[in-house]
């Protein structure tokens, strides 16, 4: 309806695909959802430039779809091209700039470069601090700090983090569900 009503290639348009890779994604279907965010983004540059807060959402949603592939190079890529629209626009201390550093350190520890993850995840933490952030996302944040702690053979360390992380994906609830699941298998192989 809306291709009919504003073009293929109009903005509208892109954020209807977006939202629709959103609950594909949500729903399961991940190469689908990709494709979806990669033709939203695709309009997005095209109709706002490239450094739209817009194109920096498909960046990130893009970066999520690559990270759950393993291709952790793709998804470095995303997460900093986000991080970068969103600290042009809005300083790199918003809350916009918070989730996609997590995908940036995320992709980090992907690599095998613990060190690179650190300061980006330490960054989004202070940013959710300071605007209240979720148990969710302290426990998302506290799990990637423990798997590159103990990339760094910090194992001390890393145990403390995952059980932090463990108890704000307890109280976070059924939205942590499979992110506790995750945690845990992690743990059981340490």
Do not use: C
Request: charged letters at 25%; proline letters at 2%; a positive charge.
């Amino acid at each position: 309806m809306l291709t009919k009503a504003y073009g293929a290639e109009h903005a509208s348009v892109a954020d209807m695909l977006g939202n629709l890779g959103g609950v594909t994604y949500d729903l399961g279907e991940r190469k689908q959802a990709k494709q979806l965010f990669e033709r939203a983004l695709a309009i997005r540059k095209k109709t706002l430039g490239k450094n739209h807060t817009r194109v920096a959402v498909s960046h990130y949603n893009i970066s999520l779809m690559y990270l759950y592939e393993k291709d952790y190079a793709a998804a470095l890529r995303n997460a900093k091209e986000s991080v970068r629209i969103y600290s042009a626009v809005h300083g790199g201390e918003h809350l916009h700039v918070a989730d996609p550093l997590i995908a940036l350190a995320t992709a980090y520890i992907g690599l095998g470069q613990a060190d690179n993850a650190l300061e980006p995840l330490q960054r989004s933490m202070k940013i959710h601090k300071a605007t209240r952030g979720t148990p969710h996302t302290y426990g998302e944040i506290e799990f990637a700090l423990a798997r590159a702690y103990w990339l760094k053979k910090d194992r001390a360390k890393a145990m403390k983090l995952a059980r932090s992380a463990r108890k704000h994906y307890v109280t976070s609830g059924k939205r942590s569900k499979k992110d506790l699941a995750r945690l845990d298998t992690w743990l059981s192989k340490r």
